[in-house]
């Protein structure tokens, strides 16, 4: 089996997983490159993961640009908001399964990778002010509701998600929650969408708009 130096190539790999710190240290917790502070994003090497954002068209395509791509959101660039909406728009999850789950291999988390920068980018751009957190909501949010109203076709945990809409308090989402609620409520028990988000839309809707269920 190939390494994913040989399935890349050096330099893509370098420019992807090889960092060093301040005092020129090799980084090995990943996590350390996506949450640094503003000031140690390597701005140099931005443009070049852009250019690593490429349209998918076979699955073992998917790979560089969507690692490009999680560690353009983490550094709060648009340009993986961009290129995420291209992705659901396309509707990449056809191609096959990019991202197995690692205990029920048969569904795919592509999307909720996608959730997940999502996130990461929009914590970068609202602890670096208020004005570029409200302006990375107001950017999030033609995306994040094209990925909850998959909730309708492809199986996918959305939980993470609708705690940080509840915990910032983004009552723009209620119309696509309700929607994803009723589709929802009309599954079987053992769908696992409904067994894994309903709960979270439920109590979320109670919270906010309770006369929602009278009105059933």
Same mark, same amino acid.
């Given at each position: 089996? @190939? @390494?994913l130096q040989e399935l890349m190539g050096q330099e893509i790999y370098d420019l992807l997983y090889t960092h060093y710190d301040r005092d020129g240290c090799l980084v090995d917790d990943m996590d350390d490159i996506f949450y640094c502070e503003n000031e140690e994003i390597p701005q140099e090497r931005i443009p070049k993961l852009e250019a690593l954002l490429k349209p998918i068209h076979d699955?073992? &395509?998917s790979l560089i640009p969507? +690692? /490009?791509? *999680?560690?353009? /959101?983490a550094w709060g660039s648009? *340009?993986?908001? &961009?290129? #995420? +909406?291209?992705?659901?728009? #396309?509707r990449i999850d056809k191609l096959g399964?990019?991202?197995?789950? *690692?205990?029920?291999?048969?569904? &795919?988390t592509t999307y909720e990778g996608f959730i997940s920068s999502v996130r990461h980018y929009y914590a970068r751009c /609202?602890?670096?002010s208020f004005s570029q957190g409200e302006y990375a909501r107001k950017r999030i949010?033609?995306?994040t509701t094209k990925i909850l109203l998959l909730l309708c076709e492809v199986t996918l945990d959305v939980t993470f998600f609708i705690q940080?809409? @509840?915990?910032?308090?983004? =009552? +723009? #989402?209620?119309?696509?929650? =309700? =929607?994803c609620f009723l589709y929802l409520d009309k599954q079987s028990d053992d769908d696992l969408n409904k067994q894994w988000n309903i709960d979270a839309i439920r109590n979320l809707i109670l919270e906010w708009e309770p006369e929602f269920f009278s009105s059933e």
């Open positions: 089996m @190939s @390494s699955p073992k &395509d969507l +690692e /490009a791509c *999680r560690f353009l /959101a648009e *340009r993986a908001i &961009d290129y #995420y +909406e291209y992705c659901v728009d #396309y399964n990019l991202e197995p789950h *690692r205990l029920h291999a048969f569904y &795919d /609202a602890d670096t949010f033609p995306l940080l809409v @509840s915990h910032e308090g983004w =009552k +723009e #989402y209620l119309p696509t929650l =309700k =929607k």
